[in-house]
């Protein structure tokens, strides 16, 4: 009896061992799950930041999407401002030189409008003290032939009298009615066996150099008995304006001429030469 109950008594003793030893197992055990839930939120968070990243990588993907397509946009807006700047810079250049050749234009007809009446007499005699007025009087009246009395504007020598080596200088002469200028102008032939004198209308430099140009095309048209008359700096042969690509009027003829050609003037000119 005795021994039953030892026996008995080691046996709750090892169960009591096998408890305690399951129960330290399972404190084990929850602190592991205590840990693993643990690692389990961290896992979640750090999941849910790493959505949250990538949302945020897709965004920056986007908005550099649109950032390149803006700035694709803005490269071809930037050529073409570019394009239209150079367009507006040709336009404004091309303006500016026309502007400047009509201002040019008008500043010279206002000059040959002020010079309308004017002669330019040469081979003069110059004589010290002299009355230039006095001076044409005589010259018009015993080389030209012409009595009648002429009213004059301003006479003057033209340029310094040193400047000439010896030579006379040119006597610059206004009249104050044109039709006294055309007769003395008309005199001009009776000049022809004196050489030594000369008689033309008075221009700008710019309007005598286009018609020095001239003078060589006006003398080969009168050799081929052509009707020709030259009116400020413009050749009119046969009743047609001559246009030559060394002249000043080549602009005005259409860009497939290539040769010299002539065409219908538009007006007429008060003053007139052919010479």
């Known amino acids: ?13 090892d169960i009591v061992e096998l408890l305690t030893r ?20 961290k896992l979640g968070e750090l999941t849910s930041k790493v959505t949250s ?24 807006e930037l050529t073409e401002a570019k394009r239209d700047i150079n367009e507006l ?17 008008k500043i010279l007809d206002l000059q040959c409008r002020s010079m309308q009446n004017n002669l330019v007499f040469s081979g003069i005699e110059e004589k010290p003290e002299e009355d230039t007025k006095i001076v044409i009087q005589n010259f018009i009246s015993n080389e030209l032939s012409i009595k009648k009395d002429i009213q004059f504007g301003n006479i003057h020598r033209f340029g310094r009298a040193d400047k000439n080596k010896g030579k006379p200088r040119l006597i610059v002469v206004k009249f104050v009615y044109f039709a006294d200028l055309r007769k003395v102008l008309e005199a001009g032939p ?46 009119i042969i046969e009743g047609k304006v001559y246009y030559s690509k060394n002249n000043i009027e080549e602009s005005q003829t259409s860009p497939k001429e290539n040769n010299d050609t002539v065409s219908r ?10 010479s």
């Open 1 to 13: 009896m005795m021994e039953s109950n030892a026996g008995n008594q080691n046996m709750e003793e």
């Open 190 to 235: 009776k000049l022809k066996e004196k050489p030594q004198f000369g008689m033309n209308l008075q221009f700008p430099i710019e309007i005598e150099e286009r018609r020095r140009k001239l003078y060589p095309v006006m003398k080969d048209a009168k050799r081929n008995g052509k009707r020709v008359s030259l009116i400020r700096d413009k050749l």
């Open 265 to 274: 003037p538009n007006k007429r000119s008060r003053t007139s030469s052919s």
């Open 53 to 76: 990243i990538e949302k945020e990588v897709d965004n920056l993907k986007k908005r550099t999407n649109t950032l390149e397509k803006d700035a694709v946009e803005f490269k071809k």
């Open 22 to 41: 399951i129960d330290h197992r399972l404190g084990v055990i929850e602190g592991r799950t205590d840990k693993i839930e643990s690692i389990d939120r």
């Open 89 to 105: 810079k040709g336009a404004s250049n091309a303006a500016n030189k026309v502007n400047v050749s009509d201002l040019r234009e």
